[in-house]
């Protein structure tokens, strides 16, 4: 994680506000997100809580530096 920390800009704070959501743009590499997919197409039941146990290609999506900032900020 990069100790920069990564601040949400004026517009992006009152797009959250309003809307009550904020897309983090991260920067996977090509095909992350279709391997993603073929693992959630596995899945034949509502895992609940227990998504990223299923997926476990997810938990690169929240230890990724833009996320975590955003976790922990």
Do not use: W
């Amino acid at each position: 994680m990069s100790d920069k920390p990564y601040l949400l800009t004026d517009e992006e704070i009152v797009t959250f506000i309003i809307h009550g959501y904020h897309i983090v743009e991260a920067d996977f590499p090509d095909g992350f997100n279709e391997a993603v997919y073929e693992e959630l197409e596995q899945i034949n039941e509502n895992p609940g809580d227990g998504i990223l146990d299923r997926v476990p290609k997810l938990y690169q999506v929240y230890e990724s530096s833009r996320c975590a900032h955003q976790l922990v900020g």
